[in-house]
């Protein structure tokens, strides 16, 4: 299959290409988690639920392997490194209490994944202390082990744990498409630069992309209403 891309069209089977979908939790995306306590508006965040819902919906029907990750830390908090939690002295720190529990950390409420994008039965979640989600985790063993070398990336945020990951992955030898509107940022103008950073030169870190074109290589898009033509 072909999926229409910056900068060319990504080729994919799906046998051997994973859907990831990063750290789409309630922490970074409910307000009142560690994203909002920052003073970020979740909203921008919140838009990426919708596509990545009908995005799971028809990748499951095509039987594609699916994984999912969150962000997060033991509960002594034994792999948080002082330099990770240094970085939130202006604001709530990883590991306190929060309004969903503490914050960050692995079996509180706001760790969790939204509701909208919960996994199922059989999908992996990937624990993750930092922002790329092959540090410190399983991941390449479990892509290994199902013969993937592709990867359809979305979640949040764009700049940070996205793209941190699509740069570990292409070291590894991953090809990767980013999907836009399936990603998010508390920062508009970084979410398009962290896109075109990925794009450049080439595709110097790997492809980027409309959900609607691989539901299109999928043969899953729905058409389009004709204007006037809802109920009576």
């Not at 948080?80 to 950390?105: F, S, Y």
């Not at 082990?145 to 793209?163: D, F, K, N, P, Q």
């Not at 570990?168 to 630069?193: I, K, M, Q």
Request: with cysteine; hydrophobic share 45%.
């Amino acid at each position: 299959m072909h999926v229409a891309a910056d900068p060319y069209p990504f080729a994919f089977e799906i046998a051997s290409t994973a859907l990831l979908v990063i750290d789409m939790q309630r922490d970074f995306l409910e307000p009142g988690g560690f994203g909002a306590a920052l003073g970020n508006d979740v909203t921008l965040l919140r838009r990426a639920i919708g596509p990545n819902q009908t995005l799971l919906a028809a990748w499951r029907a095509a039987a594609g392997l699916v994984i999912h990750t969150r962000e997060g830390h033991r509960p002594d908090l034994a792999d948080l490194h002082p330099a990770k939690h240094r970085r939130a002295a202006a604001g709530p720190r990883i590991g306190e209490a929060g309004p969903m529990g503490r914050i960050l950390v692995r079996g509180e409420p706001g760790h969790d994944l939204i509701a909208d994008l919960a996994p199922l039965p059989g999908e992996p979640v990937v624990d993750k202390p930092g922002k790329g989600a092959f540090y410190a985790t399983d991941l390449h063993s479990i892509l290994a082990a199902r013969g993937i070398v592709r990867l359809i990336v979305t979640g949040v945020t764009t700049e940070v744990c996205v793209s941190t990951t699509v740069r570990e992955a292409n070291d590894r030898g991953y090809d990767c498409l980013v999907l836009e509107d399936c990603c998010g940022s508390y920062f508009p103008g970084f979410h398009t630069a962290a896109l075109q950073m990925i794009a450049a030169q080439s595709g110097i870190f790997g492809w980027v992309g409309h959900s609607g074109a691989l539901l299109d290589a999928l043969g899953t898009r729905q058409p389009t209403a004709p204007a006037g033509g809802g109920r009576a």
